[in-house]
């Protein structure tokens, strides 16, 4: 089992910054690609950014060129910065790593809203 905890959300206005972090923990072994969702109110839940363990990222449309993943493999780590945040990008975000399975943390909420 491996156990993912957030932190970083909460109230930012339009334009701003927030960073989200989150640490795996338990059995870590081998976790392939970390990374973050999102999911708004009455929307299903999307990809936002991904990181190999080699450091390959992948991003959502919505998001390029204002988010960076990175990732700390020695600390087993994940982050997300975040610039240039717009209203649409509210939504709660869930920190993911898959190594035979995915596992989940339990979300954080971002609010952009002036």
């Known amino acids: 089992q491996v156990q993912l905890v957030e932190s970083g959300g909460g109230l930012v206005q339009p334009g701003g910054s927030l960073r989200l972090s989150c640490a795996a923990s338990?059995?870590?072994?081998?976790?392939?690609?970390m990374g973050w969702y999102r999911q708004a109110p009455g929307k299903q839940r999307e990809m936002v950014a991904l990181i190999t363990s080699g450091g390959g990222t992948n991003y959502a449309d919505s998001v390029k060129g204002r988010f960076t993943v990175s990732r700390d493999n020695a600390k087993n780590t994940v982050s997300l910065q975040m610039n240039s945040l717009r209203p649409e990008d509210t939504a709660v975000y869930f920190c993911y790593a898959a190594q035979t399975v995915p596992y989940w943390g339990q979300g954080t909420q971002v609010t952009v809203s002036s």
């Open positions: 338990g059995n870590i072994f081998r976790l392939r690609a």
